[in-house]
């Protein structure tokens, strides 16, 4: 049997990276920190912003690279696809 964890987010509109508030053995577990951080400031004026992920453990979740944004809002993607030096 895998085992699952449930990570708790909280995504302010204007923040783009959000709140990991916690990883919880259950989805009981993670609904009931909602209910304590709706009575928090920031929280409480954006109720709506929580999300319950289920992830298994010791399973890979991102198996393909990432790009990024240049300073002219343009996507780039790695331009040296060579392994990384161990220096």
Same mark, same amino acid.
């Given at each position: 049997?895998?085992?699952?964890?449930?990570?708790?987010?909280?995504?302010?509109?204007?923040?783009?990276?959000?709140?990991?508030?916690?990883?919880?053995?259950?989805?009981?577990?993670?609904?009931?920190?909602? &209910? #304590?951080?709706?009575?928090?400031? *920031? /929280?409480?004026?954006?109720?709506?912003?929580?999300?319950?992920? %289920?992830?298994?453990? &010791? #399973?890979?979740?991102?198996?393909? *690279? /990432?790009?990024?944004?240049?300073?002219?809002?343009?996507?780039? %993607?790695?331009?040296?696809?060579?392994?990384?030096?161990?220096?």
């Amino acid at each position: 049997m895998t085992a699952v964890v449930f990570l708790l987010w909280h995504q302010h509109p204007e923040d783009e990276e959000g709140k990991l508030l916690g990883v919880y053995s259950s989805r009981d577990r993670a609904s009931a920190r909602i &209910d #304590e951080a709706v009575t928090l400031p *920031g /929280f409480r004026r954006f109720v709506d912003a929580f999300t319950i992920d %289920e992830y298994e453990v &010791d #399973e890979d979740h991102w198996t393909t *690279g /990432f790009a990024t944004m240049d300073l002219d809002g343009e996507w780039v %993607e790695d331009p040296d696809p060579s392994p990384r030096d161990s220096n």
